[in-house]
Nanobody, 122 residues
Framework: QVQLVESGGGLVQPGGSLRLSCVAS????????MGWYRQAPGKERELVAR???????NYADSMKGRFTISRDVAKNTGYLQMNSLKPEDTAVYYC????????????????WGQGTLVTVSS
């Protein structure tokens, strides 16, 4: 079993910052890539940012320059630094990881976290 636990969400005023964390635990040999997605009320889940095992990143256009994704490979932890937050950034933010496991068949698997709510409002 592999589990992702997000933290760091909350209420912030427009223009403020938050840092989300995602800790992976369980039967993990390696994490290939980690990503952050978000889902606003009434909308589909969308990619926010993604980082692969080599450290290469990609961002949704609306997040470029405001959000920064990073990871600590040794700690199996990913981060999303969010600056200059806007009301339209309000959503549940989900962490996703592609990983290989220690026990069981070889192959790349995926797992989602439970989400953390970010509310941007004055």
């Amino acid at each position: 079993q592999v589990q992702l636990v997000e933290s760091g969400g909350g209420l912030v005023q427009p223009g403020g910052s938050l840092r989300l964390s995602c800790v992976a635990s369980g039967d993990i040999r390696s994490i290939n890539a980690m990503g952050w997605y978000r889902q606003a009320p009434g909308k589909e889940r969308e990619l926010v940012a993604r980082i692969n095992s080599g450290g290469s990143t990609n961002y949704a256009d609306s997040m470029k320059g405001r959000f920064t994704i990073s990871r600590d490979v040794a700690k199996n932890t990913g981060y999303l630094q969010m600056n200059s937050l806007k009301p339209e950034d309000t959503a549940v933010y989900y962490c996703h990881a592609d990983y290989t496991r220690i026990h069981g068949p070889i192959g790349l698997l995926g797992v989602w976290g439970q989400g953390t709510l970010v509310t941007v409002s004055s």
